[in-house]
């Protein structure tokens, strides 16, 4: 991972996003109301939905 800030979404938005470990996502809600999120996962069969990778050491966590 290299702790780039990849952009701010706002309601409605799409996003899409690079998969396994080499993608390391940290999300964060900067707003006051919660988020709600609906996800549609792309992945070949048996695939896993995550991977714990160890801490990229970018200080927004």
Do not use: I, K
């Amino acid at each position: 991972a290299d702790c780039h800030e990849d952009g701010v979404f706002g309601e409605g938005a799409a996003v899409a996003e690079g998969q396994g470990p080499g993608h390391v996502h940290v999300g964060r809600n900067l707003g006051t109301e919660p988020v709600v999120m609906w996800v549609s996962y792309v992945a070949p069969v048996g695939t896993p939905a995550s991977a714990d990778v160890p801490d990229p050491g970018c200080g927004f966590a």
